[in-house]
């Protein structure tokens, strides 16, 4: 950041009903200027800390002012949210957007970037129409909240219990880093007492597993969002296919650019990284500036601009970037292959042969498929999830298949048990025989009817018939992969997917019945290798940001009882502007092949504040199992206990 810029870290902005604290940056030079907000309950002090964060710094070198706030019941600001993703989190941001764009410093118009959850807070400030507002850019944001934390319907195990939502009990647990801001002491005090009746959201989440009223009236209505939007999204991310349809509704013009990133900025990929804040910027620039202030004019761009998978054996992440106008999905019937199952084989003719396999019970498949799930992980061979459940292949490819768009796999099959997890992966199986994840699906059979209705309650469990057939669809998440000729495709079928989901209580073993089985793919096969008229070009990445942090992570198996472990370490520490900032936490999740009772996982945090005076450490523990859920607090000055509490959760 210039040394010309002006840091005002105790920006206090009035709402009817408490008071959002924020840090504004101000750029060098005469303003007035137009305004970037991000809107976060991440901690602008401390766990997001603003005055390190690449982004600010680009933005304000670039001129923008650029202003961080604590959301409403989070970080500095007043008060304790009672819950996540409600509707009065787009009101106050709105009033905080109309706030800024009344001050004498701004040109009154402002946009709104965020990844994440503050990416969602951009979605829902945007749908209350501030004035001001001109334009969002939200990155791996969830507008369909259930959808986020119940894929298919099912529980997604280790991303919500083992990391999201104990995440959110520390950061209200700690107190406000910046102690220069009048009356932080009791606002940390007020918290801690809000904190001991205020349901987990955790166990708000366990009991809530299908979409009822809870979970409609957090959606997102991004329907009325009339700004400019530019929506990033990762084929690895955890909310990427949400990124697509959200996209389409908004009623403005809207962006996407589709990377294979999981939840990281588009700079810190494992590939295909870009100039993003490059990118981001000719955006701002359009829609925040006006007349001579704006230094050049953007050329347009593809409606969606997409990154397309070209593994070899030389490279297992080379790629390209495309553009397009529309996202293909199975039901654009000019561009879909059809494949059909046969006896252990995958049909490129489309159709199914008479038979049946049976689906023995493992419920520790996935642990070899789910580095999409894990923070800064890669990709593993496949193929011990593979051997363990029911697979159909292509022979060896002649030509190459290009799969671009939203699957759909659509599977008959005979229940042992009234419920039943069905999980899709389709693989990219290399000649040396590794298998690389490309998609995946998984869906609650029981489920009978459309599981996530945007803004509605969807649809609740009706057992199914032991013993008798049924049938259902299994959506599977948008990709852009070209499967190389002496390639195979492949698609395994499972009744599990751990750690990623947790299977429905009496989930078991099944038949997959081939006839009537099949996998819709949005694609072509090429004559030969595939080649592409429609590549794009972004520019270089700036590398502004640092390597991300990544986890520890190992799988284990126990050769005594057959239990599976997953196991996650992370730490690292931040130095903030009176303060350091130390986080540490573990998570393990596991489970026994051959028993779904055994599911579990454990998690514990540690965030500490080092001031030159002492030291104030936030401990969460918390523990998930198929009938109860506990979550204990411990807070310790300079390692002496002063605050604890413990809850519990059953079913």
């Given at each position: 950041?210039?040394?010309?810029?002006?840091?005002?870290?105790?920006?206090e902005?009035p709402?009817?009903?408490?008071?959002?604290?924020?840090?504004?940056?101000?750029?060098?030079?005469d303003?007035?200027?137009?305004?970037?907000?991000?809107?976060?309950?991440?901690?602008?002090?401390?766990?997001?800390?603003?005055?390190?964060?690449?982004?600010v710094?680009?933005?304000?070198?670039?001129?923008?002012?650029?202003?961080?706030?604590?959301?409403?019941?989070?970080?500095?600001?007043?008060?304790?949210?009672?819950?996540?993703?409600?509707?009065?989190?787009?009101?106050?941001?709105?009033?905080?957007?109309?706030?800024?764009?009344?001050?004498?410093?701004?040109?009154?118009?402002?946009?709104?970037?965020?990844?994440?959850?503050?990416?969602?807070?951009?979605?829902?400030?945007?749908?209350?129409?501030?004035?001001?507002?001109?334009?969002?850019?939200?990155?791996?944001?969830?507008?369909?909240?259930?959808?986020?934390?119940?894929?298919?319907?099912?529980?997604?195990?280790?991303?919500?219990?083992?990391?999201w939502?104990?995440?959110?009990?520390?950061?209200?647990?700690?107190?406000?880093?910046?102690?220069?801001?009048?009356?932080?002491?009791?606002?940390?005090?007020?918290?801690?007492?809000?904190?001991?009746?205020?349901?987990?959201?955790?166990?708000?989440?366990?009991?809530?597993?299908?979409?009822?009223?809870?979970?409609?009236?957090?959606?997102?209505?991004?329907?009325?969002?009339?700004?400019?939007?530019?929506?990033?999204?990762?084929?690895?991310?955890?909310?990427?296919?949400?990124?697509?349809?959200?996209?389409?509704?908004?009623?403005?013009?809207?962006?996407?650019?589709?990377?294979?990133?999981?939840?990281?900025?588009?700079?810190?990929?494992?590939?295909?990284?870009?100039?993003?804040?490059?990118?981001?910027?000719?955006?701002?620039?359009?829609?925040?500036?006006?007349?001579?202030?704006?230094?050049?004019?953007?050329?347009?761009?593809?409606?969606?601009?997409?990154?397309?998978?070209?593994?070899?054996?030389?490279?297992?992440?080379?790629?390209?970037?495309?553009?397009r106008?529309?996202?293909?999905?199975?039901?654009?019937?000019?561009?879909?292959?059809?494949?059909?199952?046969?006896?252990?084989?995958?049909?490129?003719d489309?159709?199914?042969?008479?038979?049946?396999?049976?689906?023995?019970?493992?419920?520790s498949?996935?642990?070899?498929?789910?580095?999409?799930?894990?923070?800064?992980?890669?990709?593993?061979?496949?193929?011990?999830?593979?051997?363990?459940?029911?697979?159909?292949?292509?022979?060896?490819?002649?030509?190459a298949?290009?799969?671009?768009?939203?699957?759909?796999?659509?599977?008959?099959?005979?229940?042992?048990?009234?419920?039943?997890?069905?999980?899709?992966?389709?693989?990219?199986?290399?000649?040396?025989?590794?298998?690389?994840?490309?998609?995946?699906?998984?869906?609650?059979?029981?489920?009978?009817?459309?599981?996530?209705?945007?803004?509605?309650?969807?649809a609740?469990?009706?057992?199914?018939?032991?013993?008798?057939?049924?049938?259902?669809?299994?959506s599977?998440?948008?990709?852009?992969?070209?499967?190389?000729?002496?390639?195979?495709?492949?698609?395994?079928v499972?009744?599990?997917?751990?750690?990623?989901?947790?299977?429905?209580?009496?989930?078991?073993?099944?038949?997959?019945?081939?006839?009537?089985?099949?996998?819709v793919?949005?694609?072509?096969?090429?004559?030969?290798?595939?080649?592409?008229?429609?590549?794009?070009?972004?520019?270089?990445?700036?590398?502004?940001?640092?390597?991300?942090?990544?986890?520890?992570?190992?799988?284990?198996?126990?050769?005594?009882?057959?239990?599976?472990?997953?196991?996650?370490?992370?730490?690292?520490?931040?130095?903030?502007?009176?303060?350091?900032?130390?986080?540490?936490?573990?998570?393990?999740?596991?489970?026994?092949?051959?028993?779904?009772?055994?599911?579990?996982?454990?998690?514990?945090?540690?965030?500490?504040?080092?001031?030159?005076?002492?030291?104030?450490?936030?401990?969460?523990?918390?523990?998930v199992?198929?009938?109860?859920?506990?979550?204990?607090?411990?807070?310790?000055?300079?390692?002496?206990?002063?605050?604890?509490?413990?809850?519990?959760?059953?079913?």
């Amino acid at each position: 950041m210039s040394e010309e810029a002006t840091v005002h870290d105790t920006v206090e902005i009035p709402l009817a009903d408490g008071t959002v604290r924020a840090t504004r940056h101000e750029p060098a030079g005469d303003g007035p200027s137009p305004v970037i907000l991000v809107y976060t309950p991440y901690h602008k002090d401390d766990l997001s800390n603003t005055r390190s964060d690449p982004l600010v710094s680009y933005f304000v070198d670039a001129g923008y002012e650029v202003v961080v706030a604590d959301a409403v019941g989070t970080g500095a600001s007043d008060g304790l949210s009672e819950q996540p993703f409600t509707a009065d989190e787009g009101r106050h941001g709105a009033a905080v957007v109309e706030w800024l764009a009344e001050q004498a410093w701004t040109n009154g118009r402002v946009g709104i970037i965020g990844k994440s959850y503050p990416g969602t807070t951009a979605l829902e400030i945007a749908a209350e129409n501030p004035d001001g507002l001109a334009t969002i850019v939200p990155i791996h944001a969830p507008a369909k909240i259930y959808d986020a934390y119940f894929d298919g319907g099912a529980l997604t195990f280790l991303r919500t219990c083992g990391q999201w939502a104990p995440n959110f009990e520390y950061l209200p647990l700690q107190p406000p880093a910046n102690r220069g801001v009048d009356g932080w002491a009791s606002r940390w005090d007020d918290r801690l007492d809000a904190l001991e009746d205020r349901e987990p959201y955790l166990f708000q989440y366990l009991s809530h597993q299908t979409k009822d009223e809870y979970w409609a009236e957090k959606d997102v209505p991004v329907g009325d969002i009339r700004v400019p939007t530019l929506a990033i999204g990762g084929y690895r991310d955890a909310f990427g296919g949400g990124t697509l349809e959200y996209a389409k509704r908004i009623d403005a013009p809207t962006e996407v650019v589709l990377g294979p990133w999981r939840h990281a900025m588009p700079e810190q990929g494992e590939t295909a990284r870009i100039d993003f804040l490059g990118e981001v910027e000719g955006w701002f620039d359009q829609h925040l500036r006006s007349g001579a202030a704006a230094e050049t004019e953007r050329e347009s761009r593809p409606e969606i601009r997409y990154w397309t998978e070209r593994p070899t054996d030389q490279d297992r992440l080379a790629g390209e970037w495309r553009g397009r106008e529309a996202w293909p999905t199975g039901e654009n019937e000019s561009w879909v292959t059809e494949f059909g199952f046969g006896a252990d084989r995958l049909r490129t003719d489309g159709e199914s042969a008479v038979g049946t396999e049976r689906w023995t019970v493992d419920y520790s498949v996935g642990t070899a498929s789910v580095g999409f799930e894990i923070p800064g992980g890669t990709d593993l061979d496949t193929t011990p999830d593979d051997d363990r459940s029911l697979t159909y292949e292509t022979e060896r490819l002649e030509d190459a298949f290009e799969l671009t768009g939203s699957g759909e796999v659509t599977l008959q099959f005979i229940p042992d048990g009234s419920a039943q997890l069905l999980a899709v992966r389709v693989v990219d199986v290399a000649p040396d025989g590794t298998g690389r994840l490309v998609t995946h699906g998984v869906r609650r059979a029981e489920l009978d009817g459309e599981i996530d209705p945007l803004g509605e309650p969807g649809a609740e469990p009706e057992p199914l018939v032991p013993g008798e057939s049924h049938s259902v669809d299994v959506s599977l998440r948008p990709t852009s992969h070209v499967f190389e000729p002496g390639h195979k495709l492949r698609v395994a079928v499972s009744g599990a997917f751990f750690p990623y989901v947790s299977p429905p209580e009496d989930s078991a073993g099944f038949t997959l019945k081939t006839a009537g089985s099949w996998c819709v793919l949005p694609g072509e096969f090429h004559d030969g290798s595939a080649t592409f008229d429609d590549s794009y070009e972004f520019d270089a990445p700036q590398d502004v940001y640092g390597e991300p942090t990544v986890p520890d992570w190992e799988t284990t198996v126990s050769h005594t009882d057959g239990t599976v472990t997953v196991a996650l370490e992370l730490s690292y520490s931040k130095s903030l502007a009176a303060a350091t900032f130390d986080y540490e936490t573990a998570t393990e999740a596991s489970i026994q092949r051959d028993s779904l009772d055994t599911e579990t996982v454990e998690r514990e945090t540690t965030a500490t504040l080092h001031y030159p005076t002492e030291s104030v450490s936030a401990q969460v523990q918390n523990a998930v199992t198929r009938s109860f859920a506990t979550m204990q607090y411990r807070l310790t000055r300079d390692g002496e206990p002063f605050y604890g509490e413990q809850k519990r959760w059953s079913d």
